[in-house]
Every structure is written in structure tokens, then in C-alpha cells.
């Protein structure tokens, strides 16, 4: 994707270097509607007119906010671009638009000399202090520098615990008082492993990690959304990679997982485009009926519903094929992979184990259809709890004499066997009525009757959904590395990159992450991505069309909750020295 996707309108350029000021504007703004959506608008103009920043990529920019100014100072610290030989710290006040050099002769004291320049580094920002993590100088680095943006000096902190291996262009972002650093190039290795940095108490860790991870990466971008947890995006393996995760570090779901296991822990969750049909809880005691009515709607409806379906411990019943009625395990296997956080419920019923794990319910969704999950009420509870913003249907026999003599009819258990699901039987109904619960009542006395009920209130009762729930068509931009991500509101604001192939982007990605349902464990859907494109009156500025060129490896930072400052940046060719502004506007 080349500049000619892209349209700018110049407002406004002004050169002012007769003043001896070197200021040079614009403002390019673009009207992006999504149907339903404000309007927002993004505009650009240039920032640090007065001492601007060298070139520079493989940077870091860290934004330290002072409490009497809304304006953070940032320090962009290393990278490639110059010919200095140490490490650089330049500062942008932002309130005076101004860049300026930090000396680090006049400012390290370790006595060991100035740091020597270090790219592809990690900076986190807390308070007056930034840790810069690993990196690169003459081979990769698996240290930590701290520079102290008061007294403006480096040092080399001790820490506990053991630090991440040497790495480079990984990331690492601030959650409160923690850091969490993500993935990176070693020196034969791609990582995908989190270490966090605890500043509190200068403790480095690796916490227990719950779910399936991304595949080893580095040149991605991690951003906190949400204040709870950090998308990593795309990044490179052996091609760019254009997925989007989840890495939750302080979820509600996280959090009850390290209480219960007593340590560090983080889940992933894999993020998904567009929306999925809200899945369907059907409960209620055995032998009511669940099964007969979930099977008329799978034979009525086959490419809209698909069924979840569970692990237990119980053994095959006469025609119940593994895989498709259940997935039968054995108790010590299943045991361990609910403690791997494998499953989204389990429960014992009737003497057995029983469970929903992650991958039934993400194949149903996966396959775009509309999830169906037979679960008893202790299930029922626990998928409340979770993250899935399911439906929750609770069936009822006319009567307990009639539920049990369904189950006897049915023949399947035997006499010690219907005695205990009799008893649990009456249990479950006492919760058939919690409206905190299930948000139906549903009694089956006529399988008919029950059936054209179940279909109403799953909104069936017309044919609108006869061909199943077909997925929209979303946009996916292609993969890519080494592009910037900023958050503004609940917007990922991702710009440029480096695609396969080798070509640098300027494309204005825009990841909205307002409509996040779901979450660890399983995956978080509701993602929608925009392109912003900018456009221009050509016609009038021809001659002064602007233009932000495709880069990579330059940096971002937000500097408030509309404005974000974009720094420098490699176009393939040579180093950029770019210092922009994007405001972005919602009305
Ligand atoms: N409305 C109904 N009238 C009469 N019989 C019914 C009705 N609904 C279901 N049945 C019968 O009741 C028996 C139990 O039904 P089903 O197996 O669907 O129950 P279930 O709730 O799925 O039980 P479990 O929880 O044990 O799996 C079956 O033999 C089924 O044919
Ligand atoms: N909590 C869960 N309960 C489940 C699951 N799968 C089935 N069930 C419930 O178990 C009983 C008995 O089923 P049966 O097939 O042995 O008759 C029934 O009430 C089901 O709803 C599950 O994954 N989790």
C-alpha cells in the first residue's frame, strides 16, 4: 500500500525562518463515519518547531507527567540515525515545543563512561524514573539502565529475581507499579514470554501464564487498554504477523486466578473481529428434555447453532460417539487441564466430572455459528462468572413425576444412578426461579409446545435466521512489524509499518475496541478495525501537498487523551525526523 491510498489537505503552512524560528505546520484533517459511530476526526500538524529532534528510529519515547502540568516532558532515548557513539536522551516540553538534548557526560555516574548507543531497546516510564530494558549495542542486551528524569543521571539498579535473557525489539508496558515485557529477538531466539517487573519492590518474575499464547514475535506493539489489559499486534516471526491478543494482567478473571493459585499470573486471549451470535446456557435437571430440544434445533437450523461440546468422566452410553456427544477422559487427564486453565467451567455432577473447555466453545464461534451449551446449574454459575455474555435458559418438567418418569423411560441409567440425578434433580429446581441467574423459565410439558417457545425467546420465531448467522465481511489490514499503536479513548490508533515483502507503510489504522466482549479464558470478540484516510484539496495545495511518508521503527506516545506525537522513523532508505502531532477528535 502506497501514499497513492491517501488524500491530505493542507490548511495551513507557514515558514517563519526570517524570525529565526524554524516552524513548520500543518493540519490535515479527515471525517471517518462508521455507522452508528461519532464522527471523528484525525488532523496532524508538527510539533517540536523550536529545536527539533535528529533523525532517529529504533528510539524510545516515555512521556513523564508532572503534577503541575497537563503537557508531559518526553524523552526519547537512543536509537539509530546519528553518528554519536553514546547513548542519547533528548527531552520534548511539550508545552514549549521544544526538543533538547540531555548531555549524559554531565549526568551518568557510574563512572564507567557515557552508555554507549543502544537501539531496539524497551523504555517504561514510572514517575521520575525510566527503566530502559535490553536492546542492542554490539550484541543483544539483557540489562537495565534507570534514568532519573529529575536529577537527570543513569544508573544500574540491582534487582531481584531473574531478568528476561537479552533481547531486542520487544516491548514493555506500565500497568500501575508493574512492568510487563513481551516477546523480542535474542541472539538465535523469538521470544513470547512475559516477565514483569514489579518496581515496588525491584522484582523481576515470570508469572504463571493461562492460555494459549501468540506464536514468538518481535517489532510488535503492545498498548493498555482498558486498564486491565495490554493488545499486542502484529510483529514478526517469519512473515509479518497481523494478529491481535490479548495479554490480561489485571482482568477480573486474572485476578481471581492468582488469588486461587497464590501467585503472579496473566492470561491470553486471542482477539477476534467483528461480533458473534451470544451464546445459549440451556439447564435444567436430567432427563427434562434438554437434549430432545437442543437436537430439533440443530436439525432445524444446522449452519446457525452449533453445539458445545463438554469433557466428562463419565463412561460412553450406547451410541454416544467420542468427539461428538462428549469428549470422554479420563479424570487424572481432564484434572490438569482445567489447572491449565483449559476450560471455562467444570463441575461434578452425579458422581462425574464434567466440563466446558475453551476449544468447544471457540470451534463453534470460530465456525461463525451461534453456541449451544447443555450444562447443569453449578456450570450455569460458573459461566455466569465468566467472561462469555451467554443466554441463560432454564427447562422444566410439568412435574417431578412426569421428569421422572422421562428418565426411567429413557433407560439409560441405572436404578442407583436415576435415584442420585433424582435427588440433584431437586436441588436444580430450587434455582429454576433465580432470575439472577437465568433470564428464562421454560417448562417442557408438550414437546411441541416447549420447542416453538425455546424458539421465541432465542428470537427464531421467524425465518430470518434460516440460513444460519452468516459473518460480515470485516477489514483486515495486512500484517505487519515495527509500527506504532497509541490509545486514544478506547481507540488503537496503529500506524504504519513494515509489511511482507519489505515495503514501509503510512496507512492510519484505527482499532476500536469499545465493543470487547468476552475476554481470558477463550477469546475477546467485538474488535472492529477502520482505515482513516486522510484527504486533500489538491487542487489548491498542490504544490504543498503534505505528506507523512511510510516509515517504520518510529515512535509514539500519547500525550493526552486526544493527542498523540509521533517521532522519526526509517523509510526504508534513510532515518526521518518527523516530529507530528495527531489530534483526534470525537463529536
Ligand atoms: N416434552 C416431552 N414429553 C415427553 N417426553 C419427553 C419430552 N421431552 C423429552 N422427553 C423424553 O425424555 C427423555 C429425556 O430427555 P433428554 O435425554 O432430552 O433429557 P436431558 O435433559 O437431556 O437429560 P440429561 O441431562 O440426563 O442429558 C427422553 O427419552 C426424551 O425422549
Ligand atoms: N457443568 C457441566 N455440566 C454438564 C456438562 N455437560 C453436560 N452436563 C450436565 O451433566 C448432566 C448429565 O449429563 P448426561 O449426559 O450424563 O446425562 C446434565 O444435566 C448436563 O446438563 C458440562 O460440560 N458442564
Known amino acids: ?46 510539533a517540536g518547531a ?100 529529575d536529577k ?38 523469538t521470544f513470547n514470554d512475559v516477565h514483569i517487573l514489579d ?32 493488545i499486542i499486534y502484529g510483529g514478526h516471526n517469519t512473515s509479518a504477523e497481523s494478529d491481535i491478543w490479548f495479554l490480561e494482567v489485571e482482568t477480573p478473571y486474572v485476578k481471581k486466578q492468582r488469588e486461587l493459585l497464590g501467585k503472579e499470573v496473566v492470561a491470553w486471549s486471542k482477539g477476534v473481529i467483528g461480533k458473534s451470535p451470544q451464546p445459549v446456557v440451556i439447564c435444567g435437571p436430567s432427563g427434562v428434555g434438554k437434549g430432545t430440544l437442543i437436537n ?20 460412553p452410553r450406547f451410541m454416544e460417539q467420542d468427539g461428538v456427544h462428549y469428549h470422554f477422559a479420563e479424570r487424572p487427564d481432564m484434572e490438569a487441564a482445567i489447572q491449565e486453565g483449559k476450560f471455562l467451567e467444570s463441575a ?22 451461534r453456541c449451544i451449551l447443555d450444562i447443569d446449574v453449578q456450570g450455569a454459575e460458573l459461566v455466569k462468572k465468566s467472561s462469555l455474555n451467554a443466554l441463560f435458559i432454564f427447562i422444566s418438567p410439568p412435574s417431578f413425576e412426569e421428569l421422572e418418569a422421562r428418565l426411567r423411560g429413557r433407560g439409560t441409567e441405572t436404578e442407583e444412578q436415576i435415584e442420585k440425578r433424582l435427588k440433584n434433580a431437586k436441588k436444580e429446581m430450587e434455582r429454576s426461579a433465580d432470575t439472577t441467574l437465568f433470564d428464562h423459565l421454560l417448562i417442557n ?26 459473518r460480515s465481511e470485516e477489514f483486515q489490514p495486512e500484517g505487519r512489524s515495527g509500527h506504532s499503536a497509541s490509545v486514544v479513548k478506547s481507540k488503537v490508533v496503529i500506524y504504519g509499518g513494515l509489511t511482507d515483502g519489505g515495503n514501509t507503510v503510512n496507512d492510519l489504522l484505527v482499532l476500536d475496541t469499545s465493543g470487547l466482549k468476552n475476554g481470558a479464558p477463550g477469546t475477546t470478540r467485538g474488535l ?58 470525537e463529536r
Open 1 to 46: 500500500m502506497g501514499i497513492r491510498d491517501h488524500q491530505w489537505t493542507t490548511a495551513w503552512t507557514i515558514t517563519a525562518a526570517a524570525a529565526g524560528i524554524s516552524l513548520v505546520a500543518w493540519k490535515v484533517s479527515r471525517r471517518v463515519r462508521n455507522k452508528g459511530e461519532k464522527q471523528i476526526t484525525y488532523s496532524l500538524q508538527y
Open 296 to 315: 430439533k434445533l440443530m436439525k432445524e437450523y444446522p449452519h446457525a447453532f452449533g453445539f458445545s461440546v463438554s469433557h466428562t468422566t463419565r463412561k
Open 348 to 369: 461434578d455432577v452425579h458422581g462425574n466430572l464434567y466440563g466446558t473447555s475453551i476449544a468447544a466453545v471457540e470451534a463453534v464461534a470460530d465456525a461463525g455459528k
Open 528 to 585: 472492529v478495525w477502520t482505515r482513516a484516510v486522510l484527504r486533500s484539496d489538491l487542487s489548491k495545495y498542490a504544490n504543498l501537498s503534505p505528506t507523512l511518508s511510510p516509515r517504520c521503527s518510529h515512535r509514539v506516545v500519547s500525550l493526552s487523551p486526544t493527542q498523540i506525537l509521533l517521532s522519526g522513523g526509517f523509510d526504508g532508505k534513510q532515518a526521518l525526523s518527523d516530529s507530528v502531532l495527531l489530534n483526534v477528535n
Open 199 to 230: 518496581t515496588d519492590t525491584s522484582t523481576w518474575s515470570t508469572p504463571t501464564v493461562l492460555g494459549e499464547p501468540p506464536s514468538p514475535r518481535y517489532s510488535h506493539s503492545a498498548v493498555l487498554v482498558n486498564d486491565d489489559r495490554i
Open 50 to 149: 523550536r529545536g527539533s529532534l535528529p533523525s532517529l528510529y529504533d528510539h524510545t519515547l516515555t512521556p513523564v507527567f508532572t503534577e503541575t502540568k497537563g503537557f508531559p516532558k518526553v524523552y526519547s532515548i537512543g536509537g539509530n540515525g546519528t553518528s554519536t557513539e553514546h547513548l542519547e536522551v533528548w527531552v520534548l516540553d511539550s508545552a514549549l515545543n521544544k526538543w533538547t538534548e540531555i548531555l549524559p557526560a554531565s549526568t551518568h555516574d557510574t563512572g564507567a563512561g557515557v552508555f554507549a548507543k543502544r537501539v531496539r531497546h524497551s523504555a517504561a516510564g514510572l514517575g521520575n524514573a525510566i527503566y530502559v530494558i535490553g536492546g542492542y549495542t554490539d550484541k543483544t542486551m539483557g540489562d537495565v539502565l534507570k534514568f532519573d528524569t
Open 445 to 470: 410439558d408438550n414437546i411441541d409446545v416447549a420447542y416453538e417457545e425455546l424458539k421465541k425467546i432465542m428470537g427464531l420465531d421467524n425465518a430470518a435466521v434460516s440460513n444460519g448467522c452468516k
Open 152 to 189: 537527570e543521571k543513569w544508573s544500574t539498579p540491582s534487582f531481584l529475581g531473574d531478568l528476561p535473557s537479552p533481547r531486542s525489539s520487544h516491548t514493555a508496558t506500565v500497568v500501575g507499579k508493574k512492568v510487563y515485557v513481551f516477546g523480542g529477538s535474542g541472539e538465535k531466539t
